[in-house]
């Protein structure tokens, strides 16, 4: 294994850091200027330009970026997309190729030390690339060779539970059922996706609470809601579009509360980019009221709220909560308002690092309003307690009947642009009995009843052996996982690694015996098939499902789309049985009829897609029916505050993105709303501990991750000195993905709790 001292991490180089203050207000021109500039540079700017007019239009395709909704109605010509879109765009529709030449000259020991940055810049994979086992080069594979090849490793395992078959969430809805169809008839369930690190939590808190693992408003809640709570999350940065919406509730006179370790930039202040008025003056203020929680203290700080609105309405009885709505549609009440009494109000405050001052606020506010919103993403999902957060949540929700009526609900932020629609699809390692039931009757085959591996448990079985092929849907594996040299070892440990890419990525240098990259199409290009140009489906955050639709030529007569990829590799596997994947890649409508027979909500398929806009799929929650729980109703439930302890030289550290990153690709080396320049490899910390634990600002350090005994360490960190509550640290993810336990998880929903890790700090 000559390529074996591959580093699996980013490289430990420094790049030049400068600092800046803080801005005050979020995107406006300034957004507007990123966004061209990473066009411009990447994709030239006329063709730019053509392109950003189509993205999220009825006729145009969906943004990469994120999951967030389009408006259903009225949309903004060249406008409904944001600066981070524009750059997920960028980097798609880049001009930079990697050929087979690029691959014929850079050998993997010298890619590999390369900075993520330095790599995504590279460009697009044009050709299907194969590594023999032993090279130090990939070279040129043809297509139906690459097929034949991973049809032959995966034909002679010992068991189809020896593969894994890994998502990402950019895979159209289409490619996605094609894909598990595949799976499961070669025989496993082991679907890891990048939701099983992402909204497993919410998901598992979701389904047992109310019945369904997805949230619950439309766009339009935001319009009529009183009160939207953010938590743990960044919008400004990773979902900007949200901001107008927010922007909805603040026009409408609705209030909004953000909760969170830091004070976000796009939170506080907004000046929208569709509308240049607001340019000019100091923008709006979005947020009324910021508690500045510490790390893993939401659970603590939503019941000291609860205890508040207990006295409340014990004071004035029927004025704080829905007593109608919680009589007749949920259960458990006794028992979670009794298990409030078990906590000692001042002890919960001191959890939280907020002052029992502004707790009241938030409490006063919530007593007063009845439409609440509450929106999260990974701040509240990437802890040891992240499913507790959010039933925590949802109990608040149903204390106040603020869901299943306009203007409240749950609204879990989703992450790729598609990572909902694919696990509508099937994409999910413990699939319900009733779709395997549907599958086998429409494709005649036996679906494997047992559950597979999620992401966790995917990298031990790799690692302990136990499973030794790897297939990658899209993503970047060894990045995007905790414990970066033990996930190393296990896809090292594989007979054959697959990687179906648009782009290069450190998962193409971290690799089995032998490894192949399958280069396929992306969102904005055409994509053409025997019957003619198909269009994909795609599902938002609010459970839209509509059609995306590239314009641009493809990059290189090589690409496949990801749909005909899976029908390729299904052909050369499975050589005795019906389905005819061909024929089903030839014509995506076939694939939406199968889809139509198999999953509910998809009645009439392929005419409703054709509409604009799409239609909404059925969501119980939204409708105010509880009926399909296990208890037929919406539940309460009980849940524990952090148990992290802290020993005198420790810190709690979130891993967090840069404004500059889409997960692991690094579009550039700034982190605009956070004042921090041309640097990655930072730790932020709070100047008093700094002080205390006597570091200067830029100090170089080396930080260290415990965990039952068990040490990792990152090195060449710079301290920042950062409005951070005590005690806590953030750092960017993926270079500290190596301090992350692979055994450090969610109870229940197994997702790594990367956003509380353990760490001490040690000056270099
Ligand atoms: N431009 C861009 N857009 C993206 C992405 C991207 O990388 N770049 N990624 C996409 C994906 S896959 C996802 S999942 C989403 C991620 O969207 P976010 O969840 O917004 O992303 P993170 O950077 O992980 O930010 C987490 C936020 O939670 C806060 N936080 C951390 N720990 C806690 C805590 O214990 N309590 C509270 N209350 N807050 C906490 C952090 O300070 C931070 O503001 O964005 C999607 N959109
Ligand atoms: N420490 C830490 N770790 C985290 C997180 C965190 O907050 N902290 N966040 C987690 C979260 S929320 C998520 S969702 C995961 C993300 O995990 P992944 O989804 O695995 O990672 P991405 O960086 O989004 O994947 C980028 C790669 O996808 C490929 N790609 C892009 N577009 C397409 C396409 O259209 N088709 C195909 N086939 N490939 C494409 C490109 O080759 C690109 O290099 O990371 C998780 N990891
Ligand atoms: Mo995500």
């Not at 044009?126 to 023999?132: E, N, Q």
């Not at 895979?171 to 890891?192: D, I, K, M």
């Not at 024929?583 to 897609?609: C, H, M, W």
């Not at 997960?663 to 932020?684: A, S």
């Amino acid at each position: 294994m000559k390529n074996k001292n591959t580093i699996a991490q980013p490289p430990e180089k420094l790049t030049g850091i400068k600092l800046t203050e803080v801005p005050k207000t979020s995107v406006g021109p300034t957004a507007i200027k990123s966004a061209l500039t990473h066009i411009k540079n990447e994709v030239g700017l006329i063709k730019g330009i053509g392109l950003l007019s189509k993205i999220n239009q009825k006729d145009g395709f969906d943004c990469p970026g994120c999951a967030w909704p389009d408006p259903d109605e009225k949309r903004a010509f060249l406008a409904e997309y944001c600066e981070n879109g524009a750059k997920a765009i960028a980097e798609e529709a880049t001009k930079q190729r990697v050929s087979p030449i690029f691959f014929a000259t850079h050998s993997i020991q010298e890619l590999g030390a390369l900075s993520d940055y330095e790599l995504g810049k590279k460009g697009r994979v044009t050709h299907p690339m194969f590594l023999k086992e032993g090279a130090t080069h990939y070279e040129e594979i043809k297509w139906e060779q690459a097929f034949e090849l991973i049809a032959t490793s995966l034909n002679k395992l010992a068991s189809p539970n020896e593969a894994i078959f890994y998502t990402s969430g950019r895979t159209s809805n289409e490619a996605a059922y094609l894909y598990q169809l595949f799976v499961r008839q070669y025989g496993t369930n082991n679907l890891p996706d990048c939701s099983n690190m992402c909204h497993e939590s919410s998901g598992a808190a979701l389904s047992e609470t109310l019945g369904i693992g997805k949230g619950s408003v439309t766009l339009d809640d935001f319009n009529h809601a009183d009160l939207v709570i953010v938590m743990g999350q960044n919008p400004g940065t990773n979902h900007p579009r949200m901001l107008s919406a927010l922007e909805g509730t603040k026009k409408n006179g609705g209030k909004i509360i953000s909760i969170n370790p830091l004070k976000e930039v796009g939170l506080v202040n907004f000046k929208d980019p569709q509308n240049p008025f607001t340019w000019l003056g100091s923008g709006i203020n979005l947020t009324d009221l910021f508690l500045q929680v510490k790390i893993n203290g939401d659970v603590a700080l939503l019941k000291a709220i609860l205890i508040l609105l207990k006295q409340k309405e014990n004071k004035n009885p029927g004025t704080v909560f829905d007593h109608h709505f919680i009589k007749e549609k949920t259960q458990g009440f006794d028992a979670f308002i009794d298990d409030i009494d078990n906590y000692n109000l001042d002890e919960l405050i001191a959890q939280t690092g907020v002052s029992k001052t502004q707790i009241e606020a938030a409490a006063e506010m919530i007593a007063q309003n009845k439409k609440i919103i509450i929106c999260w993403a990974m701040g509240l999902t990437q802890h040891k307690n992240g499913v507790d957060n959010i039933r925590e949540v949802v109990n608040l929700l149903l204390l106040k009947g603020s869901i299943g009526k306009q203007g409240a609900g749950t609204c879990p932020v989703r992450g790729h642009s598609n990572v909902q629609g694919d696990r509508t699809m099937g994409i999910w390692e413990k699939p319900q009995a009733a779709f395997l039931d549907k599958l086998e009757q429409e494709f005649h085959f036996n679906a494997p009843k047992h559950h597979g591996y999620d992401v966790v448990e995917a990298i031990q079985a790799m690692h302990d052996k136990k499973a030794k092929f790897f297939l990658g849907m899209g993503g970047n594996f060894i990045s995007a996982t905790p414990d970066t040299e033990f996930t190393a070892e296990a896809l090292r440990n594989c007979d054959l690694t697959v990687h179906i890419s648009t782009k290069i990525n450190r998962s193409h240098l971290i690799h089995g015996k032998q490894a192949l990259i399958l280069p396929c199409l992306g969102r904005s290009e055409q994509d053409f098939q025997e019957s003619g140009e198909q269009f994909v489906t795609v599902e938002n955050s609010m459970g839209v499902v509509s059609k995306s639709k590239g314009h641009l030529s493809p990059l290189s007569e090589y690409l496949k789309s990801e749909t005909a990829i899976v029908a390729g590799i299904a052909t050369a596997t499975l050589k005795n049985c019906s389905t005819n994947w061909l024929q089903l890649a030839s014509n995506y409508d076939l694939i939406r009829n199968a889809i139509e027979k198999t999953i509910p909500g998809f009645d009439n398929y392929n005419v409703r897609v054709r509409k604009p806009g799409g239609f909404y799929l059925p969501n119980n929650a939204r409708e105010n029916n509880f009926s399909v729980t296990h208890t037929g109703k919406a539940n309460f439930s009980i849940n524990q505050t952090s148990d992290l302890l802290l020993e005198k030289d420790q810190f709690l550290m979130m891993t967090i993105r840069t404004h500059d990153q889409y997960n692991t690709t690094i579009y550039g080396l700034d982190d605009r709303y956070r004042g921090i320049l041309n640097e990655r490899r930072v730790v932020l910390m709070n100047p008093e501990d700094m002080k205390e634990f006597q570091l200067q600002e830029k100090d170089l350090v080396t930080l260290t991750s415990h965990f039952k005994g068990e040490k990792r360490h990152a090195h060449k960190f710079l301290v920042i000195s950062y409005d951070i509550p005590r005690k806590c640290t953030a750092t960017y993810f993926p270079e500290t993905n190596v301090l992350v336990p692979i055994n450090s998880k969610a109870r229940i929903s197994n997702t790594p709790a990367s956003k509380a890790v353990v760490i001490s700090i040690h000056k270099e």
